[in-house]
Structure formats: structure tokens, C-alpha cells
């Protein structure tokens, strides 16, 4: 991709100067759109577009004054462009027609350069609803791989909040920092004023800081050695939520998060999103679907010295038998092979809230 915008940002100078405390501006002193990464009016040279063609392929690029566009379909000039307000149609030198438009954000994150996967648009919505991200918040996210995380969770925290951002490597911070910048316009030089991102590993780090955390968000390889340190952290009430590709992942974090004691029964789900057909008498599910990207787990930070009740529900039978060699909730001894009675448990029901 070319080089990052030159866009002036939307309001760099009506968002707060200073780290976001109880002392930040109130809501009147900064523009509704300051740092959201969107912007009004006529396309501007510097910015992104995001062209359509006709079978629906995209293409992404900065607009740059006298350059033109290449594609299987002739040219366009980058001319052509700006100055126009985004959602029109325009045709290249060989008749074909492009859909004009910026990008989303949802858009952003899947095209842009990746150090790292990314946590995709539906998952990152999952988290910003599920992990209960609101203005105001303060965010410790680890690791920050390409910063896609990153984006929806400083919009979602607003002017108010904080995101730090934990990254052990240097150069996949440097994609990200690079990416975010990007997103949110910023100037060159500065980052968007409400995010933090420090070089290191989350567990060594976040106990250095002392500073506490409303939401921890882990996407990283073995978020179980992060748990102490998370736990330590987030305040009463306070979300852990963690991001993993596999079920071995799955396993483990959740049964640190159960040994550590001092949360809330892990929830686990996945998300799987299946578009639609839908023309005349042709209404179907489509061919293809974003199925499987990974699993999140959500659980709250009790009081400190505080414990959950003890569960009613005795584990599936197996469950931490013999072969189990992970974690154990605390006083749960190895099971013996054989199966336990569990009639009435009701224990294929999901539980009601
Ligand atoms: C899958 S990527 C994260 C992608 C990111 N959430 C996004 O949406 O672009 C995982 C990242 O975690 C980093 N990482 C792994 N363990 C870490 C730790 N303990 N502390 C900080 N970063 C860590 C890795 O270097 C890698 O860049």
C-alpha cells in the first residue's frame, strides 16, 4: 500500500491534549468527531478510497493528485476524484464502472499491510459488545499485532478513555502504529491522543505499571501466562476477554482463569456469520461464510479476596480424569475413569442469566 495519508484529521486539535483523566474535558469541549477516523465532504488528496468494480472485486488507494489507476479495465484518473463527495460511479478509460466510496473501518482493517492476523470485523464487534467497551474506558489490549483490534477499541472508548497496547515485537508495533495513524488521520509525528503502545510482554510489563485496567483484551499465542498479571490489574467488575484460534488454546485459558479463583465462570462462544441471497424467489443462504476465525472467553473480576460461589454442577464425566493435564479449579482432585451418575444435572442445558 502507498505511503499513509497526508489528510489533515478530522479535528486533532479539538481532542483532548493531556492523557484522559476525571480532570479531561467535558463532553462539550471536544467535536463529536474528533479522532473517530471518519471523514465529511469531498474526497481530499491524501486520503483512501475504495473502488468496486462490476463483479464486486475491490481495490484500495491513496489519492494523489495527476496519478492515475490501473486495472484490468483501462485507467482512471485520481483527478477524476477528488473533490467529489464519495458514493459515485466512475468509468474507466475501457468502459468499466467503479463504485466510489471511503472506507469503513471494517474495510480498513481487512485490506490494510499485516505484521500479524488480525482480529476480523465480526469478532472485533463481538468484543467492543461482549467485553462491554464503553466512552470512557480504560483498555489493555495485548499483543497489538497489525493495531485492527486496536482501531474498533479506541473509537469504541471515545475521546475519554485510554487503550494501551502491549506488543513484543518491535516490528509488528511498527505495522500497527503505522496502520492505526493511518485510520485515524493522524498528523505526522503523533498518534491518536488516547492510545498507549509500549514494546514488551504484557505479563512482565502490566505488573511494572501498576496502573488498573476497566477491560484486558488478549489475542496472543499462550494468554494463560497472562492471567496472574491481568488478574492483578482490572478493577472489581472489571473484563478479561481473550481471543484464541484453537480448542487446545481454549482449554487452557479457561482453566487458568477457573484455577485462578478470582473470576467470574469463563463464558466461551464463537461467532459464525453466513451471508444471504436474496433476489426475486431466489432467497438463500449464500455459498460461502465467514465460519470459523476463533474463539472468545469473557470472564469478571471479583472483589479482591473475593471468590464465586461454588458451583452446584459437578464436571462431565472425564472431564479432569486421568488423561486431564491441564490446570484444575482449585480442590478438584483427579477424577477416577469411571462414569459418574449425573441424571438430573440438566447439564446439556445451557444455563439462563
Ligand atoms: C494475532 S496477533 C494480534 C493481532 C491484533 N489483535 C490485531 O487485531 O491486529 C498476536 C500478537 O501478540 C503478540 N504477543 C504474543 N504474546 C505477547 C505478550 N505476552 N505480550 C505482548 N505481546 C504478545 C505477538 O507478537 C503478535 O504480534
Not at 467488575?237 to 479457561?254: F, P, W
Not at 436474496?278 to 469473557?298: D, N, Q, S, Y
Request: proline share 9%; net charge negative; hydrophobic share 35%.
Amino acid at each position: 500500500m502507498p505511503d499513509a495519508p497526508s489528510a489533515e484529521p478530522v479535528t486533532a486539535a479539538e481532542t483532548p491534549a493531556e492523557t484522559p483523566t476525571e480532570t479531561s474535558p467535558s463532553p462539550g469541549d471536544v467535536h463529536p468527531d474528533a479522532w473517530s477516523g471518519v471523514h465529511r465532504g469531498p474526497l481530499r488528496e491524501g486520503e483512501w478510497v475504495r473502488l468496486t468494480d462490476q463483479k464486486g472485486r475491490r481495490h484500495n488507494f491513496c489519492l494523489v493528485a495527476g496519478k492515475r489507476f490501473f486495472s484490468n479495465r483501462g485507467h482512471l484518473e485520481h483527478d477524476e476524484m477528488i473533490g467529489r463527495e464519495e458514493g459515485f460511479t466512475v468509468t474507466s478509460s475501457a468502459g468499466g464502472e467503479y463504485l466510489v466510496f471511503r472506507p469503513l473501518l471494517s474495510e480498513f482493517v481487512v485490506s490494510m499491510p499485516r505484521g500479524a492476523a488480525v482480529v476480523y470485523p465480526k469478532d472485533a464487534a463481538q468484543i467492543v459488545a461482549l467485553a462491554d467497551i464503553y466512552p470512557g474506558a480504560r483498555v489493555v489490549e495485548a499483543g497489538v499485532g497489525s493495531g485492527a483490534l486496536t482501531c474498533s477499541l479506541l473509537r469504541a472508548v471515545g475521546p475519554y478513555g485510554r487503550v494501551t497496547s502491549y506488543e513484543r515485537r518491535e516490528e509488528f508495533a511498527d505495522v500497527a502504529r503505522r496502520n492505526v495513524d493511518q485510520f485515524f488521520g493522524a498528523p505526522a509525528g503523533s498518534s491518536h491522543p488516547c492510545w498507549d503502545l509500549r514494546l514488551g510482554d504484557l505479563a512482565e510489563e502490566l505488573p511494572r505499571t501498576g496502573e488498573p485496567a476497566d477491560r484486558v483484551i488478549l489475542d496472543m499465542l499462550a494468554p494463560w501466562e497472562c492471567v496472574d498479571a491481568v488478574g492483578d490489574a482490572l478493577t472489581p467488575g472489571g473484563i478479561v476477554c481473550v481471543y484464541v484460534a484453537t480448542t487446545t488454546q481454549l482449554s487452557r485459558v479457561v482453566e487458568t482463569l477457573r484455577a485462578h479463583g478470582g473470576f467470574t465462570e469463563p463464558q466461551a462462544w464463537e461467532s459464525l456469520v453466513r451471508d444471504w441471497h436474496v433476489e426475486g424467489l431466489a432467497v438463500r443462504p449464500g455459498h460461502k461464510m465467514i465460519g470459523h476465525t476463533a474463539f472468545l472467553v469473557t470472564a469478571r473480576r471479583m472483589a479482591p479476596g473475593e471468590r464465586p460461589p461454588v458451583k452446584k454442577r459437578r464436571p462431565a464425566p472425564g472431564a479432569y480424569g486421568p488423561d486431564y493435564s491441564g490446570p484444575r479449579p482449585a480442590g478438584m482432585a483427579t477424577e477416577s475413569l469411571e462414569p459418574v451418575e449425573l441424571a438430573g444435572t440438566g447439564d446439556e442445558t445451557p444455563d439462563e442469566d
